[in-house]
Structures are given as structure tokens and as C-alpha cells.
């Protein structure tokens, strides 16, 4: 039997969890850059004005187009039961959509100092910091240590990244990700790798991310050359630990 008579556009769509509301949700719905909630030059002198615009106007954009065009790529085929350009694209769209969510937080996880930028965490996030992690201080430390290793290009998952999961079973911070996960009666040390732009969902769809540091070079390159734990060192003095404290408090009320 050809291979075009076994794979249904049913079998693909299915095997990739795209259903029929998907697919036409998908033909009628763009991407689009996210405006920054603040100028370009807010975050002088941590992060330059230059950078940021570069950042977001360039780097963010580029994965904004490319995951347009990736899905509008995928709808083409899909009638077509093209089963190699379907399995081709996925990983463009796991790429170029990754950077979208994981920038996209990104912005959200910085604010000026003087909107807050820098303040620690208050309320239930500071006490679940305090209680799992020891202290603010001791977080930062392993999370900035995890960063300056990693090699090359990456995300902790939004490079360094801090987590809780879902249904306030635990807290969970990364380099590749490295995590705590405390779960009723039982804790567990875990290390997840996340390469490239992969997005946190890809662990579990029940993980929420509450911030992180984007560790490409691109973002600190300009200013902080090769230097980066220098750029992981600043960057607390802009981040936002109200949002993550109210994303914490969303989901675990």
C-alpha cells in the first residue's frame, strides 16, 4: 500500500496533537512582536539601550517571522499528507516558537529600578524561596554558577531559569535544568537538559515558568563581551520579582 494511503491527514495531525480547531485556528491566527513594557534604554546601565533594541527588534523578530512562516508552511502540506515536510518542520516550529515563548517571558522577567526592578520577592514566593532554597542569595548564586557553564549559545531554559510546578507541588530552578521538585511526603533532585530555544513545556506542560535569564550572547555580547558571569551578576538588579510573584500567586493561590 502506498505510503500517501497509510498516512491520513487524520494520522498526522493526530500524531502531532494538532485536531481540526487546531488546524483552522492555526490558518487564521499570526504571531506578532510583543511591545516591551518599558523603553529600550530602561535598563541602563545593566543592560544598554543598543542591546535591547537589537534584542527585540532583530533576534526576537527573526523568531516571530520564522515561526509564522513554519506554521503556515505546515498548513500547506497538511492537506497534502506530505509526511516528510510535516516531520521537517516540526523542528522549526519547536525552534523559532520556543524563541518566541521564551523571549516573550523574558521581557516580562525585567523591569526598571525604578518600577521595582531589582526589589527581592515578597509574600508567598519569598517564603518558598527562603524555605526550599535557603535564601535569595543562595538561589542566585547556583543559578548564576549554572549559567557562566553553560557553553555556547542557550537557554536555561529561559537560560537561568527559576520554576514552580504546577499545582504548587514545588519550586525548581535551572541551568540544564537543574531542579528541586517537592512533592508531598518526598523531595527529588532532577537535572533536565534544555537546548537551545526549547521552551519549558517540552519538560511538562504542568511546569509554569516564574523567570529567567536569557544566556545567548546576543543579549549581553555588546556590553559585556566575553565576560558573561559579570552580565549574570547584573542582571538581578533589574529582575522582576513582582511578576513572578504574581504568576506564583495564580497558581498557587
Avoid at 526598571?112 to 518558598?128: C, M
Avoid at 537560560?159 to 531542579?179: D, M, N, P, R
Wanted: proline share 5%.
Amino acid at each position: 500500500m502506498a505510503l500517501r494511503a497509510l498516512v491520513t491527514r487524520k494520522a498526522l495531525t493526530g500524531g502531532l496533537g494538532l485536531g481540526s480547531q487546531t488546524i483552522r485556528a492555526m490558518q487564521t491566527f499570526s504571531h506578532s512582536l510583543p511591545d516591551l513594557p518599558y523603553d529600550y534604554g530602561a535598563l541602563e546601565p545593566v543592560i544598554s539601550a543598543e542591546i535591547m533594541k537589537l534584542h527585540h527588534q532583530k533576534h526576537h523578530q527573526t523568531y516571530v517571522t520564522n515561526y509564522n512562516k513554519a506554521l503556515e508552511q505546515l498548513i500547506g502540506v497538511m492537506d497534502k499528507g506530505d509526511a516528510p515536510t510535516i516531520v521537517r518542520l516540526q523542528s522549526a516550529i519547536k525552534f523559532n516558537g520556543g524563541g518566541h515563548i521564551n523571549h516573550s517571558i523574558f521581557w516580562k522577567n525585567l523591569a526598571p529600578v525604578r518600577e521595582g526592578g531589582g526589589d527581592p520577592p515578597k509574600g508567598s514566593l519569598g517564603l518558598a524561596i527562603d524555605k526550599h532554597f535557603g535564601s535569595l542569595e543562595s538561589l542566585i548564586v547556583k543559578m548564576n554558577a549554572e549559567g557562566a557553564a553553560l557553553q555556547g549559545s542557550g537557554w536555561v531554559v529561559s537560560a537561568v531559569a527559576f520554576y514552580i510546578q504546577k499545582y504548587c507541588y514545588g519550586l525548581a530552578w535551572t541551568e540544564s535544568l537543574i531542579g528541586y521538585w517537592l512533592r508531598p511526603l518526598k523531595i527529588s533532585y532532577n537535572v533536565f537538559n534544555f537546548p537551545v530555544q526549547d521552551p519549558l513545556v517540552t519538560k511538562g506542560a504542568n511546569l509554569v515558568p516564574l523567570l529567567g535569564i536569557d544566556v545567548w550572547e546576543h543579549a549581553y555580547y555588546l556590553q559585556y563581551k566575553n565576560v558573561k558571569p559579570d552580565y549574570l551578576k547584573s542582571i538581578w538588579h533589574v529582575m522582576n520579582w513582582k511578576y513572578a510573584s504574581e504568576v506564583y500567586e495564580t497558581e498557587c493561590p
